[in-house]
């Protein structure tokens, strides 16, 4: 026995030496490289270094895997955490990593459900390039656009076209701290998607470094490339360094209401009339569900109406009265607001607070949690909802579904249009949720294993061939990439559930742009061939 653990101890000893020496061999690499002129030590931590961890888990959203057992199946994290100043410590930081055999990991706001900007379950040495410090955003209100660079939060972009425009927006998600980078490269929506599309429906521009470590606009990347990285996932085919996007117009006033039901006060009678309606409503007009139990020892489901109108009460009750007058809205249940002040709104501050809050890129509620995704084509029947409560609440801790509505302008863009796939025929995109505090092993193993009940139980109500789903609400029990060059058909298993028809263009772009499959990672974009 004492054999053993000497063998053990001489194992980790031997690891741990060739940790660094990869480590150090990375920054000798990026010391000799044009264009790193920066101190490599200023903008690279290794393993031993003392703030590591802090930078490890400062954007990390998901603190699942801290302080987790390891085993054999636990990720691994990066050999070094890379935060570049300059697009040319990236360009370095690719042709050295692929000169000494690393792979790479991207994160731009930390917000990956699964982990995989700075997780590797390959067990692979790997690199964190942290982009939150090349976050600049250029607007231009000549021509409506704004470049925007991959590490900036929403809610950064959100407070610039505030300040630059009263009547301006931008149509992406409503969590504050998520990274650009990411988020238009998987899709990204709102409260303005029903009106405008994803945020990738209005970029007009890109720059990607690719694997030979060359800059790439959308001319010289050419429309193949610039298609697969809008909705695609950028990080299969390079690393996003900017956006160029197109600005909305927003009125000077627009509306929002809360009302929540139980379901013992007839939410469920609420939901059913939803579904057939809440697609259909005028594009102005979105209306999503939130339905969760109150964690521990819930008697009953709460199903919270959350909506964002862009126009004023006296337009937004009329549409109400006229397509939804089971709920009951009145006057003064709505709140009129600017377009700033939602964002603060839906992104959980008062409307009434400073903009200046939309700054802050560290989540302000951080829970272990695990999600997942479904898009719902027929509307759910009242006994099927049933079900879903009952499994709501079985479950103690925080659990929820949030439905958000598809139609209007989602309907008018083909499938094609882009790499995001999820268009016309859905009426709603389903979003699974549950998060704990205690954050334990079997506590995880536990509320996963809830969340896979629910989701084999709602298998009879969505989408099926496929059974789609939303990659920024990334899960990794859909299938993932098992070797270095999984196949297309061992892809498909999880890539059509994405993307549709549209993974197989994704797979034949990504032969051509990168067909080493340097940038690769458990749920990447396989070569075709």
Not at 111 to 127: I, N, Q, R, W
Not at 237 to 242: A, K, T
Not at 333 to 360: N, R, V, Y
């Amino acid at each position: 026995m004492m054999a053993y653990y000497v063998i053990v101890f001489l194992a980790l000893i031997s690891y741990a030496g060739s940790v660094e020496e990869q480590s150090v061999s990375f920054k000798n690499c990026m010391k000799s490289s044009a264009g790193a002129a920066t101190s490599i030590e200023t903008i690279a931590l290794t393993s031993s270094s003392s703030q590591y961890q802090q930078a490890l888990q400062s954007f990390e959203q998901n603190p699942r895997w801290v302080n987790s057992s390891s085993t054999s199946t636990s990720p691994t994290t990066p050999l070094v955490i890379l935060t570049p100043l300059t697009a040319s410590q990236i360009q370095a930081a690719i042709l050295c990593t692929k000169k000494l055999g690393m792979q790479i990991r991207v994160r731009s706001g930390g917000h990956d459900y699964e982990g995989l900007s700075f997780l590797s379950y390959s067990k692979a040495p790997f690199v964190m390039l942290d982009l939150n410090k090349l976050r600049s955003i250029d607007i231009n209100l000549a021509d409506e656009t704004a470049w925007v660079q991959a590490g900036a939060t929403l809610g950064e972009l959100y407070y610039k076209i505030s300040k630059a425009s009263a009547l301006h927006g931008f149509p992406a998600g409503i969590c504050p701290s998520i990274g650009l980078g990411g988020h238009i490269s998987g899709g990204g929506f709102g409260t303005m998607l029903r009106k405008f599309g994803t945020a990738a429906d209005n970029v007009v521009d890109a720059t990607v470094i690719n694997a030979n470590g060359t800059i790439l606009d959308r001319k010289s990347m050419g429309e193949d490339l610039f298609w697969a990285i809008r909705g695609g996932g950028g990080t299969s085919f390079g690393v996003v360094l900017s956006w160029k996007i197109k600005l909305v117009r927003v009125p000077p006033v627009v509306t929002a209401f809360n009302v929540q039901r139980t379901v013992a006060e007839g939410a469920t009678k609420l939901i059913l009339k939803w579904q057939t309606i809440a697609d259909k409503l005028p594009k102005d007009l979105f209306i999503r569900v939130v339905a969760q139990n109150t964690g521990a020892n819930s008697a009953t489901v709460q199903v919270l109406f959350n909506s964002f109108f862009l126009g004023g009460i006296d337009r937004l009750m009329p549409i109400m009265k006229q397509s939804f007058p089971e709920l009951g809205l009145q006057a003064k249940d709505c709140t009129e607001m600017t377009w700033i002040q939602s964002a603060l709104f839906f992104g959980g501050h008062s409307k009434d607070d400073a903009p200046e809050a939309l700054l802050d890129r560290v989540t302000t509620f951080k829970s272990s949690f695990k999600a997942k995704s479904d898009y719902v084509r027929k509307p759910i029947p009242e006994a099927g909802l049933e079900g879903i409560w009952k499994l709501l609440l079985k479950e103690d801790v925080q659990a929820l579904l949030i439905m958000e509505p598809y139609g209007g302008r989602m309907s008018e863009i083909p499938e094609s249009e882009i790499a995001f796939p999820h268009r016309k025929g859905n009426l709603y995109n389903i979003q699974y949720m549950v998060k704990w505090d205690v954050n334990t092993a079997e506590a995880s193993r536990r509320h996963v294993r809830w969340m896979t009940s629910l989701y084999s139980y709602m298998t009879p109500y969505v989408s099926n061939s496929p059974r789609a789903a939303y990659v920024n609400y990334r899960d990794l029990d859909i299938g993932t990439n098992k070797r270095h060059n999984t196949s297309f058909a061992e892809a498909s298993v999880w890539g059509i559930k994405y993307f549709k028809a549209n993974f197989i263009r994704l797979s034949q772009i990504k032969e051509k742009v990168d067909p080493h499959n340097f940038f690769r990672n458990e749920q990447s974009i396989p070569l075709f061939s």
